[in-house]
Structure formats: C-alpha cells, structure tokens
C-alpha cells in the first residue's frame, strides 16, 4: 500500500516545498498521545469528555489540587510478539497529562467521573451559591 499526503487544492509550489521539508523533520519523530477533550457548560455543571481509547480504566488518574483538575493517563503500544515495522501510523501511545483550571464554581467534593467506551465523562457541579436562582414576582 503506497500513501500519499493530500494537498489541497491551490496551494502553491513554495508552500509545497515547505510542507515537504518540515515532513521529513517530523517524519521520525514520535508524537506523544494527547486526547482531545470537549467542555460543555450546563445550568448546574461542566461535563468534560475526553477520548481516551485504548486507555485501561487503571491507568486513568484524575485529581483536584490547588484549583486545578489534573488528568493523567497512560496508553500502552500494543503489538505482536513478532517485532513488526510499522508503515505509517497515527495511532500514537504513551503518558498524557492535562490539567484544567476550576474557579470558585465548581463544587470539587461532588465531582464524578464514569468511563465507557473509550470516554471519560467528567461531572463537575457547580456550587449552589453560584447558580442561577429564579425569583418569582408576586401580585398584591
């Protein structure tokens, strides 16, 4: 099987040039797993997810220190016994870690996290003093 790299439409042969060059740097080089997250804001909570597959739930630390959630994690290679050459791969493993800064609304000693299929779902309430709160108008 023979890849080759997509070049949009246009782009002009210096651009190319450049591209190139910068590919054969980056062509050796291991890129670190790093999971993309995604942070929703609801009336009573954040919910953070965060794609973790390949990630065992053992190997998922999340701790709260000074303000800050931390996520740390590793994901193992996982290969045959036989020592196999890879051709192209963008499947990246190793230790990740990131971390997010609460605020005073979150509420941290109710914070949960479940873990299915591959995301990890963080439920971060927010204090009760810091919610909305709607006040009714009475008629006399």
Same mark, same amino acid.
């Not at 499947?91 to 591959?118: C, M, P, W």
């Given at each position: 099987m023979?890849?080759?790299?997509?070049?949009?439409y246009?782009?002009?042969?210096v651009?190319r040039?450049?591209d190139d060059l %910068?590919? @054969?740097?980056?062509?050796d080089?291991?890129?670190?797993?790093?999971?993309?997250?995604d942070?929703?804001?609801?009336?009573?909570r954040f919910?953070?997810k965060a794609?973790?597959?390949?990630?065992k739930?053992d190997?998922?630390e999340?701790?709260?220190?000074?303000?800050?959630?931390?996520?740390a994690g590793?994901?193992?290679?996982?290969?045959?016994?036989?020592?196999?050459k890879s %051709?192209?791969?963008?499947r990246?493993q190793?230790?990740f870690?990131r971390s997010?800064k609460?605020?005073?609304?979150?509420? @941290?000693d109710?914070?949960?996290a479940?873990y299915d299929?591959g995301?990890?779902?963080?439920l971060?309430?927010?204090?009760?003093?810091?919610?909305?709160r709607?006040?009714?108008?009475?008629?006399n």
């Amino acid at each position: 099987m023979f890849m080759t790299k997509w070049r949009p439409y246009g782009m002009s042969c210096v651009g190319r040039e450049f591209d190139d060059l %910068f590919d @054969t740097f980056r062509r050796d080089e291991r890129v670190a797993f790093n999971p993309a997250v995604d942070i929703v804001e609801e009336a009573d909570r954040f919910l953070i997810k965060a794609d973790l597959p390949g990630v065992k739930q053992d190997e998922i630390e999340i701790k709260v220190q000074d303000g800050t959630l931390l996520l740390a994690g590793k994901r193992e290679e996982q290969r045959e016994q036989q020592q196999e050459k890879s %051709f192209y791969s963008e499947r990246h493993q190793g230790s990740f870690k990131r971390s997010f800064k609460l605020g005073d609304t979150v509420d @941290t000693d109710k914070i949960e996290a479940k873990y299915d299929s591959g995301v990890l779902t963080l439920l971060l309430p927010k204090k009760a003093e810091t919610q909305p709160r709607q006040i009714e108008v009475t008629v006399n």
